[in-house]
């Protein structure tokens, strides 16, 4: 079994934003090391979108010393994840408090 070094996981919640979650991918993952984990939790039917749910589905599967919930349909800029990849954080964090759309 190959168990590979895992320090930072990200879990995408996802259901039918197919071109939300290429865009994503294209524009991220290459840019983080392979010490990073996407993790992609998916629902289907046709029940209301539980995105708690997925985040604790996800959460459960990662293999990360530290976990950040995304949105498939925010790409995060260079800035932004330098600090996703900054050893420093050890308390947590709300990285969407630096984005007017959740700044009431």
Sequence with gaps: ????????SIVLPFRNRHQHLHQWMCAVRNKLPDTTEVIV??????????????LNVGFNVSKGARV???????????EML????????????HFGCRFNRYNN
């Excluded at 079994?1 to 930072?8: A, P, S």
């Excluded at 330098?82 to 964090?93: A, F, I, K």
């Design 82 to 93: 330098q600090s996703y990849l900054d050893p420093g954080w050890h308390v947590v964090t």
């Design 41 to 54: 939790v998916e629902q289907s039917g046709h029940r209301a979108f539980n995105r708690g749910l997925l």
């Design 1 to 8: 079994m190959n168990t590979k070094h895992v320090d930072v």
């Design 68 to 78: 950040i919930f995304h949105d498939c349909d925010l790409v995060p800029d260079h």
